[in-house]
């Protein structure tokens, strides 16, 4: 349209600017709502890690309060209070991300409540939540401890409160103070708690893209006498046998659960990197496949040569597993899956979202106020800091 066009008819100029500041305000709110939709993960990290200094504040109180009673009387304080954080933490690894979790084999161990050693395949920062999925079917959410590496001791509010929650941190390789794991796993038996010990026997995680890794493991087995695995890292023995040793007689079964995650294999067919939490929480893992085994401690080998062997051996069927699901072999009736007729596990809003609501209005009414906010830096501050003088004491 020329000038003389639009002298003419200036309605159209008028209309058709309309529509072009129409058009560019539609993109860029469509813009903001793709861009808002690929960090939705961040709200719930955000409300996770936020609530994490009122929660460990909230502990203090706890236990300053239950210092005077008998010790029995703070455990079950502190691990009510753990529960209802991890019930949070559920709410978003489940409700939020929408995956469907499928468990195969010994599913009967979500009905009875039992002191169990828990041992899985390590691939990615989501390992830790399975135990959560199970150990609230038992009502034994409260009880769960890890054995962690050494480095997550210093994690600003988590680190500290692990260890008082009777978590153990562990060095790898030479640096494995065997000593140090008794003492610390020792307490348990000794106080007769309720527990749920959660063991990564393989120290690491399975990273297909890490083939060093995966190379040092094969050498491991062959030094040993092993076959060699391929989809899982072969695992070390010592942390598994220090703890069944310090809790026989207390502790009724080891769980050996063996995981795999769906949507990670790429379009010619190769593993995948299994997801990150912020892929998790995105809804980009539509399944959670789970075999789950229940072996009583009876049957798990004492003698550190043949509990060798016998892990080992688990692995090795670990492995079997883990080959059929990522096999491209349409023949195999466990490519996608797991052996055996799936159960689903599932979870109520009754049981995860009022921990979010408590958690997360407790900790803003804190941040309504400028008082609150400024309190609440200085204790985030001084709190870390702390925690760091207190956990390098105490290592």
């Given at each position: 349209?020329d000038?003389a066009?639009?002298?003419r008819?200036?309605?159209?100029t008028?209309?058709t600017g309309?529509?072009l500041?129409?058009?560019?305000?539609?993109m860029?709110m469509?813009?903001?709502?793709?861009y808002l939709h690929?960090?939705?993960?961040?709200l719930?990290?955000?409300?996770?890690?936020?609530?994490?200094?009122f929660?460990v504040?909230?502990w203090?109180?706890i236990?300053?309060?239950?210092?005077?009673?008998p010790?029995?009387?703070?455990r079950k304080?502190?691990?009510?209070l753990?529960t209802?954080?991890?019930?949070?933490t559920?709410?978003?690894?489940?409700?939020?991300?929408?995956?469907?979790i499928?468990?195969?084999?010994?599913?009967d161990?979500?009905k009875?409540?039992?002191?169990?050693?828990f041992?899985?395949n390590?691939q990615n920062?989501?390992d830790?939540?399975?135990?959560?999925?199970?150990?609230?079917h038992?009502?034994?959410?409260?009880?769960?401890?890890?054995?962690?590496?050494d480095?997550?001791?210093?994690l600003p509010?988590?680190?500290?409160y692990?260890?008082?929650?009777g978590?153990?941190y562990?060095?790898r390789g030479?640096k494995f103070?065997?000593?140090?794991l008794?003492k610390?796993?020792?307490?348990?038996?000794i106080?007769k708690e309720?527990?749920?010990?959660v063991?990564?026997?393989e120290?690491?995680?399975?990273?297909?893209?890490?083939?060093?890794?995966?190379?040092?493991?094969k050498?491991f087995?062959?030094?040993?006498?092993?076959?060699?695995?391929?989809n899982v890292?072969?695992?070390?023995?010592?942390a598994v046998q220090?703890?069944i040793?310090?809790l026989?007689?207390?502790?009724?079964?080891?769980?050996d659960?063996?995981i795999?995650?769906?949507n990670?294999?790429?379009s010619?067919?190769?593993?995948?990197?299994?997801?990150p939490?912020?892929?998790f929480?995105l809804?980009?893992v539509?399944?959670?496949?789970?075999n789950?085994?229940r072996?009583?401690l009876?049957n798990v080998?004492?003698?550190?040569?043949?509990?060798?062997r016998?892990?080992h051996?688990?692995y090795?069927?670990?492995?079997?597993?883990?080959?059929?699901?990522?096999s491209?072999?349409?023949?195999l009736?466990?490519?996608g899956?797991?052996p055996g007729v799936?159960?689903q596990?599932?979870?109520t809003?009754?049981?995860?979202?009022?921990s979010?609501i408590?958690?997360?209005a407790?900790?803003g009414?804190?941040?309504?106020?400028?008082?609150?906010?400024?309190?609440?830096?200085?204790?985030?501050?001084?709190?870390t800091l702390?925690?760091w003088?207190?956990?390098?004491?105490?290592?």
């Open positions: 349209m000038k066009d639009t002298k008819h200036p309605h159209w008028r209309i309309y529509i500041f129409l058009i560019n305000n539609v860029g469509l813009s903001v709502v793709v690929s960090v939705r993960w961040a719930p990290a955000v409300v996770m890690v936020g609530t994490a200094p929660f504040g909230l203090g109180g236990r300053l309060v239950t210092s005077i009673l010790r029995g009387c703070y304080a502190d691990d009510f753990y209802i954080y991890q019930r949070m559920i709410f978003f690894f489940y409700k939020v991300s929408g995956v469907e499928l468990a195969y084999g010994d599913t161990i979500l009875k409540k039992e002191n169990a050693i041992i899985c390590h920062t989501v830790w939540m399975i135990a959560n999925y199970l150990a609230i038992q009502g034994s959410l409260g009880h769960i401890r890890y054995i962690l590496k480095g997550l001791r210093f509010f988590y680190g500290p692990f260890k008082q929650h978590c153990a562990v060095k030479g103070n065997q000593e140090k008794k610390d796993i020792s307490v348990i038996r106080n309720p527990i749920w010990l063991i990564f026997p120290g690491t995680r399975y990273n297909p893209e890490l083939p060093q890794v995966i190379e040092r493991s050498a087995a062959r030094d040993q006498g092993f076959k060699e695995l391929e890292l072969s695992p070390r023995t010592k220090t703890c040793e310090e026989a007689g207390h502790v009724d079964v080891l769980y659960i063996t795999a995650y769906s990670t294999k790429d010619s067919g190769h593993r995948k990197v299994a997801p939490m912020t892929d929480l809804g980009r539509p399944q959670l496949h789970l789950l085994e072996i009583p009876e080998p004492k003698e550190e040569d043949k509990l060798r016998w892990l051996s688990l090795e069927k670990k492995d079997r597993m883990m080959t059929d699901f990522y491209d072999n349409v023949n009736p466990c490519t899956r797991f799936p159960k596990i599932t979870f809003y009754l049981q995860t979202l009022p979010v408590f958690l997360a407790s900790t009414l804190i941040l309504a106020s400028s008082e609150g906010r400024i309190a609440f830096g200085k204790y985030c501050l001084f709190g702390g925690g003088v207190w956990m390098a004491l105490r290592s």
